[in-house]
């Protein structure tokens, strides 16, 4: 609404004279409605609607089209819709940048995490050609066989990883 009433400002000063709201063409709320619609659509994007009651589409592609369609009609709109197109787009910039967790991304954040990589990288490999996992009954690793998993026993004290093989039949360390 405030783009409204500025491009209206923006054409009186132009034009000198005083037009009425309709024919600025920014009384539609079509491009609102689609910017909420866009934002439906970057929370939910794997929700599937049926077209026609038939076809499932998922969220993200509709979104996709309409960014086609509202890109379209910005470089081939007049300045109204040009206007129109970006100030609700612009309220969906504003939704999707107020919803994310952008402390994750801060350089403090960055370095605390790669600091972090490097002190457990020593403690999270075997001195036996880089594995993540051993067997602590066989000995065996993801290296020796790709198709093994391990697991930690939630009985025994301490971090003891055991194979698929000896996760229920090894003895509980107390």
């Not at 009433?5 to 409605?33: A, C, D």
């Not at 369609?69 to 300045?79: C, E, P, R, V």
């Not at 100030?87 to 605390?112: D, G, Y």
């Not at 790669?114 to 075997?126: E, I, N, V």
Request: glycine share 4%; with cysteine.
């Amino acid at each position: 609404m405030i783009a409204v009433f500025i491009l209206y400002g923006v054409f009186y000063l132009i034009y000198g004279i005083e037009l009425p709201l309709s024919s600025i063409g920014l009384i539609s709320t079509n491009y609102i409605t689609m910017s909420i619609f866009l934002a439906f659509a970057s929370i939910y994007p794997d929700m599937e609607v049926l077209l026609y009651f038939i076809l499932p589409i998922k969220m993200k592609w509709m979104a996709f089209v309409y960014a086609a369609m509202a890109l379209y009609y910005f470089f081939t709109g007049s300045l109204a819709t040009k206007v129109a197109i970006a100030a609700s787009l612009l309220n969906f910039v504003i939704f999707f940048l107020s919803s994310r967790n952008m402390k994750r991304f801060s350089p403090k954040e960055q370095a605390r995490k790669a600091k972090f990589k490097q002190q457990t990288r020593p403690h999270m490999t075997y001195a036996n050609g880089g594995a993540r996992h051993r067997c602590a009954v066989c000995g065996r690793t993801e290296l020796d066989d790709p198709t093994l998993e391990f697991r930690f026993c939630s009985k025994c004290n301490g971090n003891y990883e055991y194979c698929q093989d000896h996760l229920f039949t090894h003895e509980h360390v107390k």
